[in-house]
């Protein structure tokens, strides 16, 4: 298993937080993010998923990764 670790830029509350969240474990990741620290942890597979994948999740969920 890979852990990364992102800045997201676009969480503008605890919500947002909880809503990529969500939307990356629908996708298969094992996500953690903090509003204040603007911060996004993810485990995954590097056999089965690859780190563009939770770029084009987070993008897709409205966020960008700085």
């Known amino acids: 298993m890979a852990k990364?670790?992102?800045i997201v830029?676009?969480?503008d509350c605890a919500?947002?937080?909880?809503l990529l969240e969500l939307?990356?474990?629908d996708a298969g990741f094992k996500a953690?993010?903090?509003?204040p620290k603007e911060t996004l942890?993810?485990?995954?597979d590097e056999r089965k998923q690859k780190e563009q994948d939770i770029k084009r999740v987070v993008e897709k969920s409205g966020?960008?990764?700085a």
């Open 4 to 6: 990364k670790v992102y």
């Open 9 to 11: 830029r676009g969480m």
């Open 15 to 18: 919500s947002c937080a909880s």
């Open 23 to 25: 939307d990356l474990e």
């Open 32 to 35: 953690s993010c903090s509003y």
């Open 41 to 44: 942890e993810v485990e995954f």
């Open 63 to 65: 966020f960008k990764i």
